[in-house]
């Protein structure tokens, strides 16, 4: 142990010797390389190879490249000399890379107001096709290829034009709100278990909730008198009906279509379980049960059509205003009432 100490004690003051005629700078910079290495290696304790991180090798590339390569070699460093250099090299060729700008490949990038312009067309014009838009842009002295149309209309997520002209329920919904009318039965139990079933009418356009009556019988006769009547309350209020639909429900007779046809209005069918299609008048019967239906006990007749008649007045002059959107999706819409008061409806009326 003695000739141990004995070596070490002579190793470290040639060490010593060593560093005398060494700068300031140079032993800090020996110093900081050190460090930063054990830091390195305490990082990477439970490691089976020493990794430095691109961090790493730019902070010692800048550190000891100015430093003579005989005095890198004295350093006691993890990687050899050449390599410190080399990450300096690559660190001095990225940063010109990076100041220098790259020219892009390719054809330069369509003008925003060309894009804009396609997609207007494409908007505007549902039936044309990017070979008509293309056409078009040439008349108005815009000169750019067909395929760079279609590359705008399909970023833009725009379908081609036989899907885009395709009419959709909702589409037909949407242009013929003016004329539609729908119609549904809904059931109503009394205190004593008794069934009543309820004939309502929802204008699309206006959201207007017609009640024409409630029976514990819908016989055709029934039916046929509450059609009637529909018709007549339509016509005094001036509205132009020309279509209704309603379910396939077997309490609609024969005759109910007959009398809306020979008024000039045509019965829309929808489809065998598919209640969005009638999704409006669906939703204000759900309405009609969670505020009105579920929230009382109905005593007899007399008493579910003073409660409906009730209900129907706050609905059509009390409620506020929807936009005209046939859609029965939940929604929140800002209206606001008479006195200019913003208002939030949730349900979408």
Not at 280 to 296: A, G, N, P
Request: hydrophobic letters at 45%; a positive charge; glycine letters at 4%.
């Amino acid at each position: 142990m003695l000739l141990r100490l004995a070596y070490l004690g002579v190793t470290n003051a040639l060490a010593m010797l060593r560093l005398l005629p060494l700068s300031d700078r140079a032993k800090d910079a020996e110093i900081l390389a050190l460090r930063h290495q054990i830091t390195v290696l305490e990082r990477q304790l439970h490691g089976e190879k020493i990794q430095f991180a691109p961090a790493d090798r730019a902070f010692l590339a800048a550190l000891l490249h100015r430093l003579p390569r005989n005095m890198l070699r004295r350093i006691r460093l993890l990687v050899r000399p050449d390599t410190v250099l080399r990450w300096h090299r690559d660190l001095i060729a990225r940063r010109h890379a990076g100041m220098s700008r790259p020219k892009r490949a390719g054809r330069p990038p369509t003008v925003r107001s060309v894009r804009v312009l396609v997609l207007r067309l494409a908007s505007e014009n549902s039936s044309r096709g990017y070979r008509r838009i293309h056409g078009e842009l040439l008349v108005l002295g815009v000169k750019v290829a067909p395929s760079t149309v279609w590359e705008i209309l399909k970023e833009a997520g725009i379908d081609p034009a036989p899907q885009r002209t395709s009419d959709s329920w909702a589409t037909f919904l949407r242009s013929q709100a003016e004329a539609i009318i729908a119609a549904d039965f809904f059931e109503a139990v009394t205190l004593t278990g008794a069934r009543l079933y309820v004939l309502a009418v929802i204008e699309h356009a206006t959201r207007r909730v017609r009640i024409l009556g409630a029976t514990a019988t819908p016989t055709a006769a029934w039916v046929t008198q509450a059609t009637r009547n529909l018709i007549m309350d339509v016509e005094d209020a001036g509205c132009r009906v020309k279509y209704l639909i309603r379910d396939r429900d077997g309490k609609y007779p024969a005759l109910f279509d007959a009398i809306l046809a020979d008024a000039g209005i045509e019965t829309v069918l929808s489809g065998v379980r598919m209640p969005r299609m009638n999704s409006i008048t669906e939703r204000w019967i759900q309405s009609c049960r969670h505020e009105l239906l579920d929230r009382m006990l109905i005593w007899n007749h007399a008493h579910l059509m003073q409660a409906l008649r009730e209900y129907e007045q706050f609905h059509n002059e009390h409620r506020p205003p929807r936009p005209r959107r046939c859609s029965g999706l939940r929604r929140s819409v800002q209206v606001k009432d008479r006195t200019g008061l913003e208002l939030w409806d949730e349900r979408g009326f």
